[in-house]
Nanobody, 127 residues
Framework: QVQPVESGGGSVQAGGSLRLSCAPS????????MAWFRQVPGKEREAVAS????????YYADSVKGRFTISRDNAKNTVYLQMNSLKPEDTAMYYC????????????????????WGQGTQVTVSL
C-alpha cells in the first residue's frame, strides 16, 4: 500500500529551524489533502498544519501560526513543513498523513479519518 514517507526531523536548539518533507512512497498517487500531525507520549495526537485545494488552502494550529509554514511542490509531489522559531514544546514525533478527500484537511482534528499515515520523524528542540 502506498504511504507517506517523512524526512527532515532532528534535534535543534530553541529558536532554530527545521524543514520536514513528505512524499508518497510511489509517485503514482497524488493526494488532495496532506497534513502534519504531532504526538508526545501520553498526549493526544494533534494537527499541526494541512494543505488542500490545490496548494492554496491551508490550516494551522494556533500554537504554530506565524512560525510554521506548510507548502506543496506539485512537480515533486512533495509537501513541506518549514518550522521556524522552534520551542521546546514543539518537541514531538511528527507524522505526515494524507487522504484523497480534501475535506479531511479543512479541520484535521486528531486525524482519525485520514486514510494514509507515515512512520513519523522525531523533532527535538532543546533550550
Amino acid at each position: 500500500q502506498v504511504q507517506p514517507v517523512e524526512s527532515g526531523g532532528g534535534s535543534v536548539q530553541a529558536g532554530g529551524s527545521l524543514r520536514l518533507s513528505c512524499a508518497p512512497s510511489t509517485n503514482t498517487v497524488t493526494w488532495n489533502c496532506m497534513a502534519w500531525f504531532r504526538q508526545v507520549p501520553g498526549k493526544e495526537r494533534e494537527a499541526v498544519a494541512s494543505i488542500f485545494g490545490g496548494r492554496t488552502d491551508t490550516y494551522y494550529a494556533d500554537s504554530v501560526k506565524g512560525r510554521f509554514t506548510i507548502s506543496r511542490d506539485n512537480a515533486k509531489n512533495t509537501v513541506y513543513l518549514q518550522m521556524n522559531s522552534l520551542k521546546p514544546e514543539d518537541t514531538a514525533m511528527y507524522y505526515c498523513a494524507a487522504d484523497p478527500f480534501y475535506t479531511k484537511c479543512v479541520q484535521p482534528g486528531s486525524g482519525l479519518k485520514f486514510a494514509y499515515w507515515g512512520q513519523g520523524t522525531q523533532v527535538t528542540v532543546s533550550l
